[in-house]
């Protein structure tokens, strides 16, 4: 299981969790979901220190993060 | 692994209706937050007001009523009344509770209504398409104040909670802001002290939250945050303008945040 | 039946509201009902319920809302620029389809109007009032008595079709002194528990699946069947909550229609004209809405001629037309402005019929 799982059909791609990452392990993917919209995704795991900030600051509650 | 993040129960699994960006979103997960860890949700009745948050009860796992436009503190003074051992919360725009609904919120507040409101304030109509809002900034730009809001015409925003806290019967008012980790932290827990007031039969309590509207303000969410800091804040200070343990003084009112 | 005693109407239909199991009243002070808030403030207390003075009109009718819709048997008041601010909820509490009583005692209008009795809010009592498709349950008491009998089973008709119940009166019901007695047993620690709908909201306990009270149905296919619902329900009502009241109307060939506290001026008109040797009649609707369309449009088949008699320039007229569909001229005598109808009047123009039928319409209708 990664560290940040998104529900990548509900994400509406607004960018908030990839703008507070600390440590830039997400970015908006280059493909489209059923909404039209680009999702983010965990690009960099390793650097990923499971902050938790993504899930805060997702307006659409898409974003879980754990802790190995 | 062990869940750092997880999504609060007492909000529904299903997609909003709200813009990408949108805060209200953010304020959601806040409420359904301190519903789960003050373990409420048995008891919470909601009342969803008119504007972007109408469909709110469509969110939260609890039960709602949907008020008419700025009614929603009657609605809930009804609840309230009703059902004695219920924990009551309102969920307003600034349209609704800042303009049309501002005699309700301050007789609510008068009457110290043993509820809890959360006040979203974005500046703007959201749901009408961007229209002025009794908060809007001066010079703010909308598509009813094309020029910018001027206080010659329209006069200067209104500070809902530096208003409300000066009223005897409001046992808990605060102003956040959801635009940083570390606002909507600080966010959260004004949240969940407000429904401890009403848990504790303390009386009224009001959480203002600054929330942005990327849409109707034309920038994205990421740049919307940083206007509400730059401009919003200075104007709207953040803090706690009113908690149980501040005694009665003639200054009441007046922010120590 | 126990003891008569003499209670003003006001105080009268706070009572039997009381009785009938409300236990919540929201209101705001105005002429001439205020001694429904004031009996209500000094009442429900003692009877563990609660009084709140809201602070308009428009707070106090979304209060009833919450109350309404957690549940509770609420209760609101107000006279016509009361009720004209009250629009907006009472559109909300039937889109919701939620029970309550409404007491509305009719002052003259427009406007500020004055604060003598009239019956210029029929329009808006009985076709809606708010904006959108509903009907509200509507009686028309025309004493005291009957103002009491009426609330004892507002609630239980409000429940039975989801729909609010409003008593129409007007400044002299609720001003007048008459002899009441209640039912023996409907004391109010006596008022039946009511078990909890299954749509209130009061906390989803026990981990029950939520429920939302809402009038808001955006597609246009929902709102059109939810609309279709309300009617549904409302054409449930008149089929079985229907009243009227006929009083020597067996052989009568001049047919008085009225309602509420004209029907007592009719009444003694009536007796005035079978002195006279003029065989009157007089037909009061106790339900405005539902109107008995029927029951009205069978008895003036009989008839030579209807007059319908109103504290209004003509509102009633039009549903008394709509029953009678053309099988007896029509005939209006209407006072305005807080003016009650004078029986004299009344018997003159009810002579005038019986001897002539009705005369050209434009000419004899109009203010007495």
Redesign the interface.
């Known amino acids: 299981m990664k560290k940040v799982v998104i529900d990548e059909a509900k994400c509406k791609g607004c960018g908030l969790c990839v703008h507070f990452c600390p440590k830039s392990a997400l970015a908006m993917a280059d493909r489209i979901n059923s909404r039209g919209y680009h999702p983010a995704e965990l690009v960099d795991e390793a650097s990923c220190i499971s902050c938790g900030i993504c899930g805060r600051v997702c307006p659409d509650a898409v974003i879980e993060v754990f802790k190995p | 692994m062990k869940q750092v993040y997880a999504v609060p129960k007492s909000l529904r699994p299903v997609p909003t209706h709200y813009c990408p960006g949108c805060t209200h979103g953010i304020i959601h997960k806040l409420v359904a937050d301190a519903i789960d860890e003050l373990g409420l949700?048995?008891?919470?009745?909601g009342?969803?007001s008119v504007g972007c948050s109408?469909f709110s009860?469509d969110y939260?796992?609890?039960?709602?009523?949907?008020?008419?436009h700025g009614?929603a503190p009657?609605?809930?003074?009804?609840?309230?009344?009703?059902?004695p051992?219920?924990?009551v919360f309102t969920y307003q725009g600034d349209g609704d509770l800042a303009s049309i609904g501002t005699?309700?919120i301050?007789?609510a507040a008068m009457?110290s209504e043993n509820i809890t409101v959360i006040f979203v304030n974005n500046a703007i109509y959201g749901m009408t398409g961007g229209q002025m809002a009794p908060t809007t900034l001066v010079g703010q730009k909308t598509t009813t104040s094309p020029r910018g809001r001027q206080p010659a015409l329209a006069g200067q925003p209104l500070r809902i909670a530096e208003m409300l806290a000066t009223i005897p019967g409001a046992t808990y008012v605060a102003r956040v802001s959801t635009t940083s980790p570390a606002h909507i932290a600080r966010a959260g827990r004004a949240i969940k002290k407000a429904f401890q007031v009403q848990a504790a039969g303390e009386g009224f309590s009001l959480v203002e939250c600054l929330s942005t509207c990327p849409t109707n303000w034309g920038m994205s969410p990421v740049d919307a945050m940083a206007w509400v800091e730059k401009n919003m804040i200075p104007y709207y200070p953040l803090g706690e303008f009113r908690t149980p343990e501040m005694p009665e003084t003639p200054e009441r009112g007046q922010a120590n945040g | 039946m126990a003891g008569r005693k003499l209670f003003k109407g006001n105080e009268a239909v706070a009572e039997a509201a009381i009785r009938a199991g409300c236990r919540?009243f929201?209101g705001y002070p105005i002429t001439p009902q205020n001694e429904i808030p004031e009996y209500m403030s000094r009442r429900l207390p003692e009877v563990g319920g609660?009084f709140?003075q809201?602070?308009?009109e428009?707070?106090?009718i979304?209060?009833?809302?919450?109350?309404?819709?957690?549940?509770?048997r609420?209760m609101t008041s107000s006279s016509s620029p009361g009720i004209s601010l009250k629009q907006?909820?009472i559109s909300?509490l039937a889109g919701?389809q939620l029970p309550c009583l409404i007491v509305n005692m009719v002052r003259g209008g427009p406007g500020l109007g004055g604060i003598a009795p009239a019956q210029s809010d029929y329009f808006q009592a009985t076709k809606g009032g708010g904006h959108g498709d509903y009907r509200l349950i509507v009686y028309a008491p025309a004493s005291v008595q009957e103002m009491v009998d009426l609330t004892l089973g507002a609630y239980d008709v409000a429940e039975r079709y989801r729909i609010p119940v409003m008593i129409l009166g007007d400044g002299v019901l609720g001003q007048m002194m008459e002899p009441v007695s209640f039912p023996e047993g409907s004391e109010p620690e006596n008022a039946p528990q009511r078990p909890e709908p299954e749509w209130a909201?009061?906390?989803?306990?026990?981990?029950r699946a939520?429920?939302?009270?809402?009038?808001?149905y955006l597609k246009p296919e929902e709102l059109y069947k939810h609309n279709l619902r309300l009617q549904e329900q409302f054409k449930r009502a008149e089929a079985a909550e229907t009243r009227y009241e006929e009083v020597r109307t067996d052989d009568a060939e001049v047919l008085l229609v009225a309602y509420g506290t004209t029907s007592r001026v009719c009444r003694s008109a009536v007796e005035k004209l079978r002195t006279a040797g003029v065989r009157a009649g007089l037909f009061r609707p106790i339900t405005v809405s539902p109107f008995p369309y029927k029951a009205l449009g069978e008895r003036a088949r009989q008839v030579k001629a209807v007059l319908t008699v109103e504290m209004s320039l003509g509102q009633m007229v039009d549903d008394v037309r709509i029953a009678v569909a053309g099988a007896a001229p029509v005939d209006f005598l209407g006072t305005t402005g807080g003016v009650v109808p004078k029986a004299a009047d009344i018997v003159e123009r009810a002579a005038a019929l019986a001897r002539h039928g009705a005369a050209d319409q434009a000419t004899r209708e109009g203010i007495s």
Not at chain 2, 41 to 45: E, F
């Open positions: 949700r048995d008891r919470a009745v009342v969803a109408v009860y939260f796992d609890c039960d709602f009523q949907q008020a008419a009614r009657a609605v809930a003074t009804g609840i309230r009344r009703a059902v051992d219920a924990i005699a309700e301050v007789h009457r | 919540f929201f609660t709140v809201a602070e308009s428009v707070a106090a979304n209060m009833v809302y919450g109350a309404a819709g957690a549940g509770a609420v907006e909820g909300y919701a909201t009061r906390g989803a306990r026990g981990g939520p429920r939302i009270v809402s009038s808001i």
